[in-house]
């Protein structure tokens, strides 16, 4: 324990040249962000070192969200992880295909793909261009953070980013929310040690259908309150029609910056095709 203690001491000369190396580095746009997304990526100046928890409500648009980010991500050559505690790699795959080309998901699960030559054209294109991306896929690694931890380990090289889809999905052992917890504040811990990203996808507590306003909270984090306290950044995801069922609230998504330690709070509209499980940017007029 003296060890470690001492390891992590350093004078202010070494905090201020380590400080003055970062500074450095930065350049006019994030090291990780977000190229199918600019207004949020600029909203949110990238993603930070440490952890990012984006929440929403089952059924409403989180794991499309991630598998979009992944896509996004590894695309512009950054190494990442995708750790899917609730889909296998099909699913995943299928997502990320019905996202790049447009394809209707429900097509895809009626066997159209097998009909249509154009589909079958789309998916060749598609695995032509994601075969060689650094991006990692796993199913069901993960569901306790000594799991992610041995993962991790041997990786070489380690990834930039890592995404967990979803953390109520882990596993507990005594005490849920006590479980939770702690997965959260190591899991964090770890991206921060290896200067990694690590994008926790997380329910949002259904209690939230007893407000009149149905926009999540930060306190709305479902099981724990570590997921309000510890990441670095909090995006909550709201989409108005899934309550209302009005047609012309149909595409329209809000993201809620609830909370970022370095930059802007505040709500950002998108575009929502969940035939496609994509998101757009909304465009001027």
């Known amino acids: 324990m003296d060890a470690q203690i001492l390891k992590n001491i350093k004078t202010l000369t070494s905090q201020l040249d380590g400080a003055e190396t970062e500074f450095k580095s930065r350049g006019d746009r994030p090291e990780v962000g977000l190229t199918s997304?600019?207004?949020?990526?600029?909203?949110?100046?990238?993603?930070?070192?440490?952890m990012t928890v984006f929440a929403a409500r089952t059924s409403i648009g989180k794991s499309s969200f991630?598998?979009?980010?992944?896509?996004?991500?590894?695309?512009?050559?950054?190494?990442?992880v995708f750790m899917s505690l609730e889909m296998d790699s099909d699913s995943l795959i299928e997502r990320m295909f019905c996202n790049d080309k447009r394809v209707d998901n429900t097509m895809m699960?009626?066997?159209?793909?097998?009909?249509?030559?154009?589909?079958?054209?789309?998916?060749?294109?598609?695995?032509?261009?994601?075969?060689?991306?650094?991006?990692?896929?796993?199913?069901?690694?993960?569901?306790?953070?000594?799991?992610?931890?041995?993962?991790?380990?041997?990786?070489?090289?380690?990834?930039?980013?890592?995404?967990?889809?979803?953390?109520?999905?882990?596993?507990?052992?005594?005490?849920?929310?006590?479980?939770?917890?702690?997965?959260?504040?190591?899991?964090?811990d770890l991206m921060i040690g290896n200067r990694m990203r690590?994008?926790?996808?997380?329910?949002?507590?259904?209690?939230?259908?007893?407000?009149?306003?149905?926009?999540?909270?930060?306190?709305?984090?479902?099981?724990?309150?570590?997921?309000?306290e510890t990441p670095d950044l909090v995006i909550?995801?709201?989409?108005?029609?899934?309550?209302?069922?009005?047609?012309e609230e149909y595409n329209t998504y809000d993201l809620?910056?609830?909370?970022?330690?370095?930059?802007?709070?505040?709500?950002?509209?998108?575009n929502y095709y969940p035939e496609y499980f994509k998101f757009e940017e909304v465009k001027e007029i």
């Open 109 to 188: 699960k009626e066997g159209f793909f097998n009909l249509m030559p154009a589909m079958q054209e789309k998916w060749t294109k598609f695995r032509a261009e994601i075969e060689s991306l650094p991006l990692l896929l796993t199913c069901s690694i993960g569901k306790t953070f000594a799991e992610v931890n041995r993962f991790i380990e041997m990786l070489d090289p380690k990834p930039k980013v890592v995404i967990l889809d979803y953390v109520q999905m882990t596993k507990t052992l005594r005490n849920e929310r006590e479980d939770l917890s702690e997965y959260v504040r190591q899991f964090r």
């Open 236 to 247: 909550l995801s709201h989409w108005n029609w899934f309550y209302t069922k009005k047609a």
């Open 198 to 228: 690590g994008i926790v996808c997380s329910q949002i507590n259904r209690m939230i259908e007893k407000d009149n306003d149905y926009r999540p909270r930060l306190e709305n984090l479902k099981g724990s309150g570590s997921l309000e």
């Open 66 to 80: 991630a598998v979009q980010f992944a896509l996004d991500f590894a695309r512009q050559g950054i190494d990442t």
């Open 256 to 270: 809620l910056i609830a909370k970022n330690r370095s930059g802007k709070t505040g709500t950002h509209k998108l």
């Open 37 to 50: 997304l600019p207004q949020l990526n600029k909203m949110i100046w990238g993603f930070p070192k440490g």
